[in-house]
């Protein structure tokens, strides 16, 4: 049986087998250069041996250095902490679906993919791709499968940075580590989601905040060990024994018994005569050193993850200072989400669509936006405004602005204040009944709405229907003059000479009030 076509070319012009698609290209092994097992790399860091690491790592070799770079997530507190606050605040953003066009459509394509992207395993994806944050690269690979007669991502699955590389000749494409080919293998198309952190120009692993921070988790190693070895020694409170003159080589020895002891038990007796004294430990201002020198270089962590350091510490400067770095952190939240969101459009919403709905020319996006405090305030306002100054503006667009979706048609719909939705095929009874006495523009209710129809207003629609006949004495004299007439004067003549009569009309009148009053008073 041949193997289905897609309707799509791949990043090498030829056909995409779809069945391809459904086999994950990536799988560990138990062994070989794709195992999930490794050895340790940050045990005994020395700088020559990071030197090495991070010379071999330009040259190709990647291996020891995206371990390493994985294993100070794991023990640098600092390092954890800040990276991930900045992967979470690029995760937590809500993501909007932008249509192609107002059109049909594009509508229910932006819909498929707003489905796409709120199952539970996107949101993981997401997740996964921030880490590149740290290593330069992150690779999420897309098992495809058929959902409801729908091609849609039945897995996504992280892989080891380890597994992949990157090509000889250009060092930006990456290739799948291969025993059998130092050159590795090329991915799959639409197989995976390659996101690139881009937080520098260059070569992708070298744009990775790992590739600064390693040099602050060595050093701050060693002086957390100095400080450590230091306060083992001068952390510890003095114990200074004192023996009378002339004490026997016994009696020192005792002393000295007692003593070492009492470190331990807190306890101890000794001779008469002899005394023990605890001397306060003064290691505070030699250990001030090792913290400052800790301390700067968490500062300095700070600084390369988060551009800068009162986030996690509260350093003097009051509001001022944490408001202009908070707006420096948005700067780059912003940066990250338009980078993820480009990776996200182009790997995996243009396939999805392309595979479900065939090539477009023009295909929906997704969005991170990153919502300022204002924003949605003022471009509510902004839009009030030009609406009421006779722009135009479409509904879809305001809604994808502020991420709402288009609503079905069987839709419970939310209407302003004073206003209700209006029936299906209203009678023209009810039609006269929801007369709008609300404000068409901010939807107050200006007057009471006017209730059912009664049985003087069923009088009323009775005697509209023979009011040309009612009224035909006194307006056809009229009429006819007008019509005869051949200038204002002479129609001034003819008026006079008219003889309208209302009699008829008068009559009429005046038994219809009659009535009227005589079912207001049955009704009171």
């Not at 997401?126 to 849609?152: H, N, P, Q």
């Not at 609503?407 to 095929?425: F, K, M, N, Q, S």
């Not at 004067?489 to 005046?510: C, I």
């Amino acid at each position: 049986m041949a193997d289905p076509v897609s309707p799509i070319l791949g990043p090498d012009g030829r056909p995409v087998r779809r069945k391809l698609l459904m086999e994950p290209q990536a799988e560990p092994e138990l062994t070989g250069i794709r195992s999930v097992w490794t050895e340790p790399v940050a045990t005994g860091l020395t700088p020559d041996r990071l030197a090495s690491i991070l010379r071999r790592a330009d040259e190709g070799d990647l291996h020891d250095f995206l371990i390493l770079a994985e294993e100070i997530e794991e023990r640098e507190p600092q390092y954890a902490t800040v990276l991930g606050n900045r992967r979470r605040a690029l995760t937590l953003i809500e993501p909007t679906v932008v249509a192609a066009s107002d059109d049909k459509p594009d509508q229910e394509i932006a819909d498929a993919v707003r489905e796409l992207i709120a199952r539970p395993d996107f949101a993981f994806a997401l997740e996964d791709l921030t880490d590149a944050l740290g290593k330069g690269f992150s690779a999420v690979e897309i098992v495809w499968g058929t959902e409801k007669g729908r091609w849609v991502p039945a897995e996504y699955r992280w892989r080891e940075p380890w597994f992949f590389q990157f090509d000889r000749r250009t060092g930006k494409t990456v290739m799948l580590r291969d025993q059998g080919n130092p050159e590795g293998v090329a991915l799959n198309p639409y197989g995976f989601m390659v996101h690139l952190a881009r937080l520098k120009t260059g070569k992708p692993w070298r744009a990775g905040l790992a590739r600064i921070a390693v040099w602050s988790f060595m050093l701050k190693g060693f002086s957390a060990k100095d400080w450590m070895a230091f306060l083992e020694v001068y952390g510890i409170p003095w114990r200074l024994g004192k023996y009378r003159s002339g004490a026997t080589a016994e009696e020192k020895h005792t002393l000295m018994r007692a003593v070492r002891g009492i470190a331990g038990d807190a306890a101890a007796i000794v001779p008469e005569g002899m005394e023990i004294e605890i001397l306060e430990a003064s290691a505070s201002r030699g250990s001030d050193a090792f913290e400052k020198k800790c301390r700067y270089l968490d500062e300095q962590v700070s600084k390369i993850v988060l551009g800068q350091t009162t986030t996690t510490d509260a350093i003097s400067g009051g509001h001022a200072v944490s408001k202009e770095h908070q707006e420096v952190r948005r700067d780059i939240q912003k940066a990250d989400a338009r980078n993820l969101a480009a990776t996200i459009n182009a790997q995996l919403i243009e396939p999805f669509v392309a595979f479900n709905f065939g090539p477009q020319e023009v295909y929906p996006r997704v969005a991170l936006p990153v919502p300022d405090p204002e924003d949605l305030k003022a471009l509510m306002e902004a839009t009030e405004k030009f609406v009421k100054l006779g722009g135009k503006v479409g509904m879809s667009v305001v809604r994808d602005k502020i991420g709402f979706e288009d609503p079905d048609e069987d839709e419970e719909l939310l209407t302003p204040p004073g206003r209700e939705p209006p029936a299906e095929d209203p009678q023209p009874a009810q039609a006269r009944a929801r007369h709008g006495s609300g404000c068409p523009v901010h939807g107050h209710t200006l007057a009471r709405e006017m209730p059912e129809p009664d049985e003087i207003d069923e009088l009323v629609e009775d005697e509209l229907d023979e009011w040309e006949e009612i009224a035909a004495p006194l307006v056809e004299p009229i009429m006819k003059a007008v019509e005869e007439a051949t200038s204002f004067e002479d129609l001034e003549e003819r008026l006079k000479s008219a003889h309208p009569d209302g009699e008829t009309l008068a009559r009429r009148l005046a038994v219809l009030t009659t009535i009227a009053r005589g079912l207001g008073d049955v009704s009171d």
